[in-house]
């Protein structure tokens, strides 16, 4: 039996992500004997109890996520996976990270979708995934001539991070433009932002929209008002990051050492429930359209639904969501399609059949043409 060290965050869903992840593919295939770091109140040194800890048992593997001086775990020539992409080494360790495009895009879209013409991001100073999710939703707004505000700290600060000055936070939030959608590098920042809203005075979600990262399930619950997130498929990587970690302890090279994350849906709460827009003929045919995704639904059933003519809806709908009538039923009716796929208890011809769909022959080449892949293969890299 391999022994396999294992050092988490596991007071944070990321973490616990990864750890159910590990559990899955222990429980299927490898049955590791795991060994869990020192707990953080037992611990003088950080890296330095992790170290003599891993040098004394000498485990078969380690996958590890906060390590600031990796560098040194490496000379001890034990396997190791990084599930952060942080403190990322240049001696080829495989590490974990996001496809923090996909995640700006993912953002866009959907704030897109509810009317937003005014965005804004609120990250952490000078860390690499907040940089970059930045400059993700950055591009994709610019596509659409939109400026995002960021948060800049009016502090200097010499050290990464984030500013917790809730003051300086406030000021910036009134100071947007109203209504505004805001993404968070992560739910964190999130609740940080939720608390600065509060504090302000700011309705959440009529002023200010708030878009978390992660879908940390207890934190975005416990949040007053509910915070909106990004799922991200994080317990199916953990579980292939585990079968790199048994290739790599049992002599078998790797070919890439990212191992890549990604986002799969928006699990919408009440920090975004609203529609950014004053146009009741569209907010009639937003709201007729997500609420009937089980319908085989056409743009003319969509006109129906309101007072005007079927041109003038097309001008005014296209005006607040940056999508047609048929483009707004297609993008809920995927985004639904797999919320059911990644419920896995229905076979795609049931979910098919549960949205709608008259001829459920060709439903797998119109997921492909939307997504790229099949569902099946879509379910099987995700879940």
Known sequence: MKKVFVQLESGRGYGRDILKGIHDYNNQYSKWEIIFETAYYLKTNKNRDIIKLVSEIRPDGCILENIDNIESFVKLGIPIIQTSSINVNTTNTPYLQGNYDADGKMAFDYFSSKGFKNLAFFGVNKVSWSDNRLESFKKHAKLRNTNIHNYVPTKKIKTKGLSHDLKDIIIWLKALPKPIG???????????????????????????????????????????????????????????????????????????????TEPLNIVERTS??????????????????????????????????????????????????????LEEIQFHKIKKFKELLIAQKLSVKEIAFCLGFDDISHISRWFSAIEGITPIKWRNDNI
């Open 182 to 260: 805001i993404l968070c590098c992560n739910d964190d920042l999130g609740l940080i932002l939720i608390n600065a809203c509060s504090m302000a005075g700011l309705k959440i979600p009529y002023e200010i929209a708030i878009l978390g990262i992660d879908n940390d399930e207890l934190l975005c619950n416990i949040a007053n008002p509910k915070l909106s997130s990004i799922a991200r498929n994080h317990t199916k990587v953990a579980f292939n990051a585990c079968k790199i970690l048994d290739d790599l302890m049992n002599g078998i090279p790797i070919k890439n050492n990212i191992i890549p």
């Open 272 to 325: 975004t429930d609203t529609i950014a827009s004053k146009d009741v003929e569209v907010i009639k045919a937003l709201n007729f359209i997500r609420s009937n995704t089980h319908l085989n639904l056409t743009v003319n059933d969509v006109v129906e639904k309101t007072t005007i003519s079927r041109r003038s809806l097309y001008t005014r709908f296209r005006k607040v969501t940056n999508r047609t009538i």
